[in-house]
């Protein structure tokens, strides 16, 4: 409570990159994921069940993975794009978590739409609606999945540490966030500190949810 009440400048800075670099790449994640997810829930075509499989598979990608993926393209000596020298920069922790972040949403919004009875999407093209417009219908009937599955992503990601850590490097002032943070503070022995942080990562990750949780009550009123 005292590190909370204290307003040191370094904590605060290394909590609000901590929820920019996690809502960034959930943003991003969300603006081509939930449109995909849709997409694949709604469509039949030859090899869904590839795509659908493989999607599902990669969902359980291991987060140092993806941190050594994005660690290879933005490195100077073997990436595409090195030469811009985005590594061990928040740019890198956000390509990390998108890359992440993208196939569960994919996955998480193709499974929500999938159980939302199909009559609303045939009902909406009966009377008029275009296939985006028809495909908006349905994604309202689901948005409560569909927030649901942004609190499952949203907690992945801000807890997350191996890939941070691996395209980030744990720089003070610069890339430090919450999870590696607590690392640090534990191989140092400082325990108290990193309990503490711990207490904070929970206690911001509580707050989110619950306001999501509460749009879903207000939504569920409203009806």
């Known amino acids: 409570m005292r590190m909370i009440v204290s307003f040191e400048s370094e904590l605060y800075g290394i909590i609000f990159l901590s929820l920019r670099v996690t809502l960034t790449a959930l943003t991003f994640a969300s603006l081509i994921g939930v449109p995909l997810g849709v997409l694949l829930g709604l469509k039949s075509f ?3 069940f590839v795509v659908t499989n493989t999607i599902n598979a990669i969902m359980s990608m291991p987060p140092v993975v993806a941190g050594l993926i994005v660690y290879v393209l933005l490195s100077n000596r073997t990436g595409i794009v090195g030469d811009r020298r985005l590594l061990f920069t928040d740019t890198a922790m956000i390509l990390a978590q998108f890359l992440l972040a993208l196939p569960l949403m994919i996955g998480l919004t193709m499974s929500v739409v999938s159980q939302i009875d199909n009559a609303v999407y045939l009902t909406a093209k009966s009377l008029g609606a275009m296939p985006y ?5 349905v994604v309202k009937e689901a948005r409560f999945g569909i927030l649901s599955g942004f609190i499952v992503v949203f907690g992945r ?3 997350e540490v191996g890939a941070v850590m691996m395209v980030g490097g744990n720089i003070r002032y610069e890339t430090r966030v919450m999870t590696t943070a607590i690392a640090l503070q534990r191989s140092m022995g400082e325990f108290q500190t990193a ?3 711990g207490f904070i990562l929970l206690t911001i990750s509580f707050l989110i949810t619950g306001m999501i949780e509460v749009v879903k009550s207000l939504g569920r009123v409203s009806r």
Do not use: D, F, S, T
């Not at 417009?133 to 219908?137: L, N, R, S």
């Open 157 to 159: 990601l801000i807890a």
């Open 46 to 48: 030859r090899g869904k």
């Open 195 to 197: 309990l503490a942080l």
């Open 133 to 137: 417009q028809a495909g908006a219908a």
